[in-house]
């Protein structure tokens, strides 16, 4: 621009020198000519140098717009990643939750049948029992078992392993509920007192006489009442799980007795939890 206006400028003072006479008029025009020009010159520049300015500053601006743009994409690469890696394990542990779920449904509804089975036992024993439970037995439940508790009295002479006439019909009344459950099994466990054994032959010590207490019991509910020797198994605990503590008399005769644990099959539920 400043180009343009000095050649302006040197075409008007050529003029102005080859001319001879200039009239007043045209001479004041020329000059208010020149004058715009210089004028609109000097505005251009300004502008020029402002738009250079606004120029690079815009260019600067870009260039921080690029880079936040590069490092926002990045993070948001890198959150989508996340995120799909996220949603990924929410619906893996989802899955997983839900065959928990099932597994756990089914667990409780196979306790409940059990439950329900073991109570319905303990009913029909109860009932079959009735008129030898103010002879020292008694049937409850525990851990989900049926446990039947036979006093020695009611089995046995004392010091004795052979099961006496009432013992007998104690067991048969018992055996008549056990061959109609097939789906139970039978644990005959002896227990005794802590006192010690003397003169008893061939019974040394209360291991033996909890032992053949116990099997004596098993012969019988096998041998005479036909009971399926292969539901049953029989073990001797001597003293050492007692159910009353201390010295008296009553506490001992509690303690020296026979269990008949009644457990209902759970095949189904082991199957279930060794899936």
């Known amino acids: 621009m400043k180009i343009k206006y000095l050649l302006l400028v040197a ?25 715009s020009l210089a004028t609109r010159a000097s505005s ?27 490092a926002l994409n990045g993070k948001y690469n890198s959150l989508d990643k996340n995120y799909s890696a996220t ?3 929410v619906t893996q542990l989802s899955d997983a939750l839900k065959k928990r779920e099932a597994r756990l449904k089914e667990v409780e509804e196979i306790l409940r049948k059990r439950d329900e089975a ?13 008129g030898f439970q103010q002879s020292g037995l008694t049937v409850d439940i525990r851990n989900g078992k049926v446990y039947v508790s036979l006093t020695d009295k009611l089995l046995f002479p004392s010091g004795s392993i052979v099961i006496d006439e009432k013992g007998k019909q104690a067991l048969k009344s018992l055996a008549g509920v056990l061959n109609k459950e097939a789906d139970i099994n039978i644990a005959v466990e002896g227990h005794t007192d802590n006192k010690k054994i003397k003169n008893l032959g061939q019974i040394k010590d209360n291991w033996d006489l909890s ?4 099997t004596s019991v098993t012969r019988y509910l096998t041998e005479v009442e036909n009971v399926d020797p292969k539901r049953l198994t029989a073990t001797g605990k001597s003293e050492f799980q007692p159910i009353e ?13 026979i269990e008949i644990v009644l457990t209902p099959k759970l095949d189904e539920l082991y199957n279930l939890i060794t899936k």
């Open 245 to 257: 503590q201390g010295e008296t008399a009553d506490a001992l005769a509690k303690n020296r007795r």
């Open 44 to 70: 251009l520049d300004e502008e020029r140098v402002r738009l250079m300015a606004d120029t690079a500053r815009m260019h600067s601006d870009l260039a921080d717009l690029t880079n936040n743009y590069n």
């Open 118 to 130: 073991t109570n319905a036992l303990k009913d029909k024993l109860q009932k079959a029992l009735l």
């Open 87 to 89: 949603s990924s394990k």
């Open 211 to 214: 032992v053949l207490r116990a």
């Open 11 to 35: 075409v008007i003072a050529t003029s102005l020198h080859s001319c001879v006479v200039l009239s007043p008029k045209k001479y004041k025009a020329l000059l208010a000519q020149r004058d």
